[in-house]
């Protein structure tokens, strides 16, 4: 079983930086992929980044170069940095934690954070 609980979101001007973090229970989370989600009102719940437990990472092509997302095993924590921040990302972040394959998408998950809320004003 793992818990995941984020924090770091807020409100933050169009252009601006934000980071948001997520802390892991367990002793196993080195061998977990770590994800990024997101989800506006009225949307469906979207991919923003990955990374797997070997260090690989992947981007949704909507935050590829303003997004940067890290892991600290030694903490149990993985991060989403966030940069050039626009309207458009204003969202609930979610964190997940998984082993399944295709890590882009929900299913690959089991384990879901109860999000933290990034609001980009223009």
């Known amino acids: 079983q793992v818990q995941l609980v984020e924090s770091g979101g807020g409100l933050v001007q169009a252009g601006g930086s934000l980071r948001v973090s997520c802390a892991a229970s367990?002793?196993?989370?080195?061998?977990?992929?770590m994800g990024w989600f997101r989800q506006a009102p009225g949307k469906e719940r979207e991919f923003v980044a990955t990374?797997?437990?070997?260090?690989?990472?992947f981007y949704a092509t909507s935050v590829k170069g303003r997004f940067t997302i890290s892991r600290d095993n030694a903490k149990n924590t993985v991060y989403l940095q966030m940069n050039s921040l626009e309207p458009e990302d204003t969202a609930v972040y979610f964190c997940?934690?998984?082993?399944?394959?295709?890590?882009?998408?929900?299913?690959?998950?089991?384990?879901w954070g109860q999000g933290t809320q990034v609001t980009v004003s223009s």
């Open positions: 367990g002793r196993t989370f080195s061998s977990y992929t």
């Open positions: 990374i797997w437990w070997d260090g690989r990472i």
């Open positions: 997940a934690a998984g082993r399944g394959p295709l890590p882009g998408t929900a299913t690959a998950y089991d384990y």
